[in-house]
């Protein structure tokens, strides 16, 4: 089981200043889909949009891809992409929109429970503070084998990972994605990547008494 969180409100503030074009995701309904908190946002930040879809699922990619043909002017006209979803929506928004920038509206959050099966080459860990905002809408864990918040690990060689040959190096992957947006300045902040799992815990609910009886 998973369930979806709105993002903290000045973070999304900020996003929603850049002219956004709105994808939600309208699939999993047992993941616990904030959405009568996300239409409240949508309604307060109206004027600032530059139009909304809402998809069934849409980390169907082929069915994405289709479906937002038709939005495409509007989206050329955004300054950003706004996602609602799990984390695997917003990184498949990402692969269909390479010259946009692409951002997570929502944390994904592990819960216990049985695990859907996904057949897609993209994942999602559930690590409760996405970081695709800062790493193209590319997933720092997944797309790169030690999962590393501050790639590339100095390992890759003709853009593929140390690890796995097989595989394309994901901090590779970031890095010329965000030098396509010009963004690549977000690599040299000194914002280091350091998850706050009490800051996780304390979103879930959990407390330290909770831990001690675990
Ligand atoms: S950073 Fe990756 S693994 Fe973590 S919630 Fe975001 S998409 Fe999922
Ligand atoms: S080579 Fe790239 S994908 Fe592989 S572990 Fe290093 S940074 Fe991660």
């Given at each position: 089981m998973l369930i979806t969180k709105l993002k903290n409100k000045e973070e999304l503030l900020a996003s929603f200043e850049k002219k956004p074009f709105i994808i939600k995701c309208f699939g999993?309904?047992?993941?616990?889909?904030p959405e009568d908190k996300i239409e409240e946002l949508l309604k307060e930040n109206e004027s600032k949009i530059t139009g909304v879809a809402r998809l069934d699922y849409l980390c169907r990619e082929e069915f994405s891809k289709l479906y937002l043909a038709k939005y495409g002017q509007q989206i050329k006209n955004s300054g950003v992409v706004i996602v609602f979803s799990c984390g695997v929506g917003v990184q498949v928004i990402a692969k269909l929109c390479p010259e946009k920038e692409v951002l997570a509206g929502c944390d994904t959050y592990y819960l216990d429970g049985f695990q859907g099966l996904s057949v897609q080459d993209l994942n999602c860990e559930?690590?409760?503070?996405?970081y695709l905002n800062y790493t193209g809408g590319i997933c720092p864990i997944t797309a790169c084998s030690k999962g590393?918040?501050?790639?590339?690990?100095?390992?890759?060689?003709n853009g593929k990972?140390?690890?796995?040959?097989?595989?394309?190096?994901g901090w590779e992957l970031i890095y010329k994605k965000l030098k396509g947006l010009k963004l690549e300045n977000v690599t040299k902040q000194s914002k280091v990547l350091i998850r706050n799992y009490k800051r996780i815990l304390d979103e879930l609910g959990y407390n330290k008494d909770h831990i001690k009886e675990e």
């Amino acid at each position: 089981m998973l369930i979806t969180k709105l993002k903290n409100k000045e973070e999304l503030l900020a996003s929603f200043e850049k002219k956004p074009f709105i994808i939600k995701c309208f699939g999993c309904k047992e993941v616990y889909f904030p959405e009568d908190k996300i239409e409240e946002l949508l309604k307060e930040n109206e004027s600032k949009i530059t139009g909304v879809a809402r998809l069934d699922y849409l980390c169907r990619e082929e069915f994405s891809k289709l479906y937002l043909a038709k939005y495409g002017q509007q989206i050329k006209n955004s300054g950003v992409v706004i996602v609602f979803s799990c984390g695997v929506g917003v990184q498949v928004i990402a692969k269909l929109c390479p010259e946009k920038e692409v951002l997570a509206g929502c944390d994904t959050y592990y819960l216990d429970g049985f695990q859907g099966l996904s057949v897609q080459d993209l994942n999602c860990e559930q690590c409760g503070e996405c970081y695709l905002n800062y790493t193209g809408g590319i997933c720092p864990i997944t797309a790169c084998s030690k999962g590393l918040l501050n790639g590339q690990c100095g390992g890759a060689k003709n853009g593929k990972c140390e690890v796995n040959v097989e595989m394309d190096c994901g901090w590779e992957l970031i890095y010329k994605k965000l030098k396509g947006l010009k963004l690549e300045n977000v690599t040299k902040q000194s914002k280091v990547l350091i998850r706050n799992y009490k800051r996780i815990l304390d979103e879930l609910g959990y407390n330290k008494d909770h831990i001690k009886e675990e």
